[in-house]
């Protein structure tokens, strides 16, 4: 048998698991000298790969499995890895398409909190490794005049992820990984209501915090490029509630505490906002 | 045969141990990074590892450049690779005689293949091409295996000889490999290291496994045993002075546990130096 033809046949027959499909592969395996069953030996590959797999998605998602539970959770586990088997020689990147298979998968797509939770615990991963920017603190402003702060525009660590959630999200997130972590977090009930977040890294660890509706959508709009007077103008139009000036200064300076931000211009008026839209 | 020079008695770096290395500076005189885990853009790893780097050698070892599959060759990870070792200036870069996939897929395994005049050419090709795109001389290592094929035509020891004479790379010896493979199918372990270039050796792994009773299996989760301990011997005398190290990859024990197995290594080979230097006495 070529190489290659035997290395297709081994893959194969890891990624269906055991069975009665692993004959031909038997076959060409040599008759171990202590008596192991040359099914046990091969099962060392084809188990190690899914145990190694599962590993990664529970490494990457314990708010998952908390709110699903251990039964549910290893059930998606194992669609995603039948469904989805990795592509990336880095491990890093073999679970960051969970949340988008749970969005086009028929068994998970309506379990919106679960799917939330992925998308929350997605932006978590990604946060750690960003490529690293050096954050700003508030005296950046200093070095504008007060005329320009109108068309201030800022420029924010590549690490924030901006969501929209199903209300509950953080909450449980937050059980999930205190130290007094119960087995099983409840599941956020599913519903009309929504809550906001920002995740980015600061200080080497990612963070997160609960965002206003307002401050959602300033912030976004600022991560969009917009300018500071312009933000001030359009919030004000906002359903989430009227933005004043005060409100919207208290944010920025927020902001540059948590380290969000790395860069300040003054935007000049041909200066194109970005159109991409700024929530995950 | 030219080396880079042995760097003493190191250790496989891995995050559960970075505070304690950088707040306790504990004798260990290099460090082994899994490339994988640092080939990222930014963020702690990096962080950790450049803090780590600039007081200590370091050495790469990846587990995905699947140099015995039969896919094309990655480069866009080797690139990254390259990115890397270029940011670092390991002592050296090594992977393992083994392929992860195939069709696009990576199993995320150090898989087994069948030793035949067909793999060799196939390895050698691309450990050559590697090497002429890392614009440095590949380590290579032996991998554990629990399968053994009937279409090898040659012992992994003959294998290896002929791998690295005719891609002119170095060898990383993973005693605790040779050892675990020698008990899954039959082979001497001792031969084992008597058959590989020891000229080629760069490296020892060290590392724990699993004994399952019928086989065993290349787990880094325990101590060293007492057979690997005396195959270590057994290879320290035949390849010299060789960079040695642990691996441990779960079941994390205090730091001082995997000091006391470095201490364990520098007993014997002061033992063994003190026999050779009563002996030429």
């Known amino acids: 048998m070529k190489l290659a033809d035997f290395q297709s046949l081994f893959q194969q027959r890891v ?3 055991s069975g009665e499909a692993d004959e031909p592969l038997l076959k060409k395996l040599r008759p171990s000298p202590r008596g192991a069953a040359p099914e046990t030996l091969l099962d060392v590959y084809q188990t190690g790969y899914r145990i190694r797999l599962a ?3 529970s490494q990457d ?8 539970g251990d039964e549910a959770f290893d059930a998606l586990v194992d669609d995603y890895i039948d469904q989805c088997p990795s592509r990336d020689p880095n491990a890093r990147w073999f679970t960051t398409g969970l949340p988008d298979f749970m969005r086009e998968n028929a068994r998970w797509r309506d379990d919106a909190a679960a799917v939330s939770m992925a998308l929350f615990e997605r932006a978590m991963v990604d946060a750690f490794d960003t490529a690293d920017e050096t954050p700003l603190t508030v005296q950046a402003l200093a070095g504008f005049a007060p005329d320009d702060w109108a068309r201030l525009a800022f420029e924010f660590d590549p690490s924030l992820t901006l969501l929209e959630l199903v209300a509950g999200t953080i909450e449980a997130y937050g059980a999930a990984i205190s130290e007094e972590a119960p087995a099983k977090v409840d599941k956020p009930a599913a519903g009309e209501h929504i809550e906001h977040a920002a995740v980015w890294r600061v200080d080497d660890e990612s963070a997160y915090r609960q965002l206003e509706p307002d401050e959602y959508v300033a912030l976004s709009e600022a991560r969009a ?7 001030c103008q ?3 139009f906002q359903q989430a509630g009227e933005i004043a000036p005060e409100r919207l200064a208290q944010s920025l300076s927020s902001w540059f505490e948590d380290g969000m931000i790395i860069g300040v211009r003054v935007r000049e008026d041909d200066d194109q906002a970005s159109n991409t839209p700024s929530s995950a | 045969m030219e080396k880079p020079p042995p760097l003493g008695y190191g250790l496989g770096l891995r995050p559960i141990y970075y505070e304690e290395i950088l707040s306790s500076r504990p004798p260990i ?5 899994i490339s994988e885990n640092y080939m990222l853009a930014g963020g702690r790893p990096l962080a950790m590892l450049d803090r780590i780097r600039a007081d200590y050698p370091v050495v790469m070892h990846g587990v995905s450049m699947s140099l015995a599959s039969t896919d094309p060759l990655n480069f866009d990870y080797l690139r990254q690779l390259k990115a890397l070792a270029e940011r670092i200036q390991p002592a050296w870069v090594s992977d ?4 992860t996939g195939v069709h696009g897929v990576t199993l995320h395994d150090l898989l087994p293949i069948p030793y035949t005049r067909e793999s060799l050419a196939h390895i050698v090709e691309r450990i050559q091409r590697v090497q002429d795109f890392l614009k440095r001389r590949l380590v290579v290592e032996n991998a554990s295996t629990y399968v053994s094929f009937v279409d090898s035509e040659m012992s992994e020891h003959e294998f290896v000889r002929e791998m690295a004479e005719r891609a002119d790379c170095l060898l990383l010896l993973d005693v605790n490999n040779v050892f675990v493979s020698s008990f899954n199918h039959g082979f001497d372990p001792v031969a084992f290291i008597d058959g590989v270039p020891a000229d080629r050796v760069v490296q020892f792994h060290m590392a724990g496994h699993t004994n399952n009773e019928t086989h065993r299996v290349d787990t880094h989760d325990q101590p060293v045993c007492d057979e690997v301990w005396a195959l270590y011997e057994h290879a320290r005398r035949r390849c010299g002075d060789v960079s040695a190290m642990i691996e441990r990859d779960d079941n994390y024990p205090p730091l001082a546990e995997l000091l006391d197995e470095l201490q364990n290594m520098r007993d014997i080979d002061a033992r063994i130096s003190k026999e050779r230097a009563l002996s030429a006495a």
Do not use: K, N, T
Request: charged share 15%; proline share 3%.
């Open chain 1, 15 to 17: 990624l269906a698991g």
């Open chain 2, 29 to 33: 005189d290099w460090f082994e990074i």
């Open chain 1, 234 to 236: 359009m919030a004000a």
């Open chain 1, 61 to 68: 998602h314990p708010g998952l499995r908390a709110i699903l």
């Open chain 1, 55 to 57: 590993d990664f998605v």
């Open chain 2, 96 to 99: 393992h005689v083994a392929w």
């Open chain 1, 225 to 231: 490029g917009h300018a500071f007077g312009d933000i």
